[in-house]
């Protein structure tokens, strides 16, 4: 009995202790993880090659390919095109400010206009919301799904990912369209874009390539630094879980240097400009 109770308590120890190697051997570091995803989405900004658009800032760039992964890993997106579209709502509609870039050529393929909906405001401060007849636009990821001909041609449905915020965006009929109030010419005479129902819309000589390239499972997000969503946005707040394979990015020799966007400063001393410099937005 002696011997039974004492290969018992070795027998137990022993897997104690390996359970214990098991869970270790698991177990990962919170912080060492944070600082490996930040780091590929950081390498990822660098290897993309900004020439011949502006440039998307980091800070937005990095929730939206945040989103994007968790939205992947999911299963959410399509994996034949790894299409990420952006629409930062916090730069002026007369600003190039919606972005398509193709994660494995890395590179953006479009930046231009995009309106905003006539309900969230005229140019800078934005509300939003995700209610039928507001005409206003709404906050956050989207899957894009297939095509129709619709009052404005070509358009794109959309699918909201974010609860409370986008999700009721397909029945809204929030879509991709092209629109004449989205043009060069409408800035030169309003100094801002013309503004939609609440739809991304886009120029009218680009709305076709446009929606060709993103349709069928990519991700769209719509940013707009509003506080509510940047915290409790569960696709921007999930804790990604594993990161895309990385060999297509591994080539560092191509990494290029993204130009800054520029602004005019003038510096008034007794109401007079007294100089005026170029700085790099954000400064």
């Known amino acids: 009995m002696k011997k039974v109770i004492v290969c018992l308590c070795a027998y137990m120890t022993l897997t104690m202790a390996f359970s214990s ?12 993880d944070q600082m490996r995803v930040a780091e590929h989405i950081s390498r990822i900004y660098k290897l993309i090659d900004w020439r011949g658009s502006d440039l998307l800032p980091f800070d937005v760039f990095e929730k939206a390919y945040r989103g994007y992964i968790n939205l992947r890993n999911a299963g959410k997106l399509s994996l034949d095109k790894q299409i990420l579209t952006v629409c930062d709502f916090a ?27 006539q309900g969230s405001g005229e ?12 005409h206003k636009s709404s906050l956050g990821f989207y899957v894009t799904k297939d095509t129709y001909d ?8 959309l699918e909201g990912m974010d609860d409370g915020f986008n999700d009721a965006a ?43 390239t993103i349709k ?20 921007l707040n999930k804790k990604v879980a594993h990161l895309p394979e990385t060999g297509i990015f591994d080539d560092m020799a191509s990494v290029v240097t993204p130009k800054p966007r ?12 007294d100089s005026v410099k170029t700085v790099p937005i954000g400064q």
């Open 21 to 32: 190697k098991l869970v270790s051997a698991d177990e990962t570091n919170p912080i060492a």
């Open 91 to 117: 730069l002026p509609s007369s600003f190039n400010r919606m972005w398509i870039i193709d994660l494995i050529a890395r590179k953006v393929i479009f930046n231009t206009y995009v309106a905003h909906g």
């Open 123 to 134: 140019d800078c401060e934005l509300s939003f919301s995700n209610k039928s007849s507001t």
């Open 150 to 157: 619709g009052e404005h041609g070509t358009s794109l449905h």
């Open 170 to 212: 397909y029945e809204r009929g929030i879509v991709v369209h092209g629109a004449d109030y989205v043009s060069e010419q409408f800035v030169n005479s309003k100094e801002r874009l013309g503004r939609s129902w609440g739809c991304p819309a886009v120029p009218s000589k680009l709305s076709l390539p446009i929606i060709n």
């Open 216 to 235: 069928d499972g990519t991700c769209l997000f719509i940013y707009y630094p509003e506080t509510k969503y940047l915290n409790t946005a569960y696709w």
């Open 262 to 273: 520029m602004r005019i400063v003038q510096y008034i001393t007794n109401g007079k400009v």
